[in-house]
């Protein structure tokens, strides 16, 4: 998903700076009603398609962020929990040791208050 969403962002990004009007069809007089009302009196169409696609730009990137910030906080979990095994791992071994030390010395005669 972050990389479909990437990659969409680099393709607006390269055609915003490339819109281009062609015809006099991209020019508009007056507001218009319905999914155009937030078109302001006498914006043209390459106007209302820059907006859009800024508009549109914006949210995106905003989704990259969120989606960044839910990765860092996986790979940061992730490096917590390795270290947790790590330690546990750590523990056992020492109290395998200290058991097979203990054991021996048990065996030796060695009083427990005498180590």
Known sequence: R???????VARLQYMLPR????HA????QGGA???????????KKLELDRRRLEQRLTSMKRELE????ERRTQRKKRAESRALKKSDSLLKELGFFYEKWYNGNE?????????
């Open 2 to 8: 972050e990389a479909k969403l990437q990659v969409e």
């Open 19 to 22: 819109l281009v009007g062609l």
């Open 25 to 28: 069809a991209l020019s508009r």
């Open 33 to 43: 009603s319905g999914a155009m009302s937030n078109k302001g009196a006498g914006e």
């Open 66 to 69: 969120e989606i960044s910030g």
């Open 107 to 115: 065996r030796r005669g060695i009083e427990h208050a005498e180590r």
